[in-house]
């Protein structure tokens, strides 16, 4: 998707006065083209987006639920590029803001995010911490960072939802069909607050396990579970690379929806950091459709 392209100025004139005039051609007529140049327009965005922008109607064309995510994502940054220059004046300085989130946020969510930021605040330069818990505890409570994305987790509990989202089993093919005890896992070294979420799921059930791979990235449990060496749990919205989906023939418990918070921003907090947080409430609203998300539940992190 090229979100550059849609947030330009005059695209999203173009895209509103499109929805205020419900036509093609009204939007020509106030516009003052023909009204093949406003659909020549539209089907080229629809192109570097990859998304159906309007529908006909029986009185004109009416926005696509993804368009009006596009004017808000678009109203969103119009925002935040006037908190920006209102902080900072007419200087040019460059506005640096750390964000600590999980590993799999940054493999799919991320670039959504980093390209709605870059077309609203090119002065913004963002440092993104992925790791270990460890290392998001440490950096809420040395306030290392301006926000982090997370799961949820007791330790925090006044962390702000951010969103809900639908989780499944992955692993090999080989454990679609009955799974028995001891369940073999695949999972994160604690403190990440998966591992508990998996024990007690299983352990709410009467089932016993064996863990026989734990690590803190993502590549390493992505690995262990294309190996085939156990199970772990995840978002359905974002699937693990190489691995299946693990559904009720395995007589696997199924899996609760978690919650997925941002810790910060921290009082006091200036207007852009504040923005920012904003953005990510907004995206995650929107289930982080601007990077192609599923259908109803939103996008997480492992």
């Not at 609203?120 to 993104?128: A, D, F, Q, T, W």
Request: glycine fraction near 10%; aromatic fraction near 6%.
């Amino acid at each position: 998707m090229n979100v550059e392209a849609l947030l330009e100025r005059e695209q999203v004139h173009l895209l509103t006065t499109v929805i205020e005039t419900g036509s093609f051609s009204a939007a020509a007529d106030k516009l003052g083209v023909t009204k093949s140049s406003i659909s020549q327009q539209i089907k080229r965005l629809e192109g570097l987006a990859g998304l159906s922008l309007f529908r006909r109607n029986r009185r004109g064309v009416e926005p696509t639920s993804e368009c009006e995510i596009v004017i808000k994502y678009a109203m969103a940054m119009k925002a935040i590029a006037e908190d920006f220059k209102s902080h900072f004046g007419v200087t040019g300085n460059t506005r640096k803001i750390c964000v600590g989130m999980g590993e799999d946020f940054c493999r799919t969510a991320l670039p959504s995010f980093l390209g709605l930021l870059s077309a609203g605040l090119p002065r913004v330069e963002l440092r993104v911490l992925a790791g270990s818990y460890d290392m998001l505890a440490e950096a809420i409570d040395n306030r290392a960072a301006d926000l982090v994305v997370m799961r949820q987790w007791d330790r925090y509990p006044d962390a702000r939802k951010l969103w809900r989202d639908e989780q499944v089993w992955y692993g090999h093919p080989r454990f679609a069909s009955a799974v028995m005890d001891p369940v073999p896992l695949v999972v994160p070294i604690s403190p990440n607050p998966l591992r508990p979420a998996i024990l007690d799921l299983l352990r709410a059930n009467g089932r016993t396990w064996r863990i026989r791979f734990e690590g803190v990235g993502l590549a390493g449990i992505e690995a262990a579970l294309q190996s085939g060496l156990g199970l772990c749990i995840g978002p359905r919205s974002m699937p693990m690379c190489g691995v299946k989906e693990i559904g009720p023939e395995s007589g696997l418990p199924p899996s609760p929806a978690a919650d997925f918070v941002m810790a910060g921003p921290w009082d006091p907090a200036d207007s852009v950091v504040q923005a920012v947080a904003e953005l990510l409430q907004r995206l995650a609203d929107g289930g982080f459709r601007t990077g192609g998300a599923s259908s109803g539940e939103h996008r997480s992190d492992v």
